[in-house]
């Protein structure tokens, strides 16, 4: 036994790695290469982003072709006369007749589609106003805005420009 303490006594020892040390170095050197990354994608997302060029002749082009589309027949779609109440005391009747005007014929064959759902939420619109509501021209034009923007909603691919009554009578 005196002879394995003194091979062990004799031969060399191995240092021991600080494994805490190690880990640590470890750590700054995957910490530091994650927040380069992060740095590298903030600057190309906000401070290096190139801006696209657009020339003035491209802009009078993009304009001129948009200018161009509303500037198309629009397409006019009568609706069947509304008979409703008003809302509020005296009751009233409402008789309107009206006309949508549509941006192109791809949404007057959608109107076409929908009338029973048009009609309906035209008619709820009409039942919530007071005769005071609509007796103004303010309160027309309010009305046709209402409407344009409920119908507008409803379509998908349409575009309701505008309102026309072509008869409006309240008793």
Do not use: C, W
């Not at 004799?10 to 240092?15: D, G, H, I, L, S």
């Not at 008619?123 to 007071?130: D, S």
Request: glycine residues 8%; aromatic residues 8%; charged residues 25%.
């Amino acid at each position: 036994m005196a002879e394995a303490a003194a091979a062990a006594a004799a031969a060399p020892e191995k240092p021991k790695r600080d494994m805490k040390k190690v880990f640590t170095l470890l750590f700054a050197v995957v910490n530091l290469a994650v927040l380069g990354g992060g740095s590298f994608l903030v600057y190309k997302s906000t401070l290096g982003v190139e801006n696209k060029k657009l020339s003035e002749e491209q802009a009078e082009r993009d304009l001129a072709s948009f200018e161009d589309s509303l500037r198309g027949n629009p397409v006019l779609y009568t609706m069947q006369p509304f008979n409703t109440n008003l809302d509020g005391v005296p009751r009233r009747l409402i008789r309107v007749d009206m006309s949508l005007e549509m941006m192109d014929e791809e949404g007057y064959e959608e109107v076409i589609g929908i009338t029973p759902q048009a009609r309906d939420a035209v008619m709820r619109i009409l039942n919530g106003k007071t005769f005071g509501d609509i007796e103004t021209v303010q309160g027309k034009l309010h009305l046709k805005n209402q409407i344009v923007t409920d119908l507008n909603a409803s379509l998908k691919k349409g575009v309701v420009k505008n309102v026309y009554f072509n008869d409006f009578v309240v008793q």
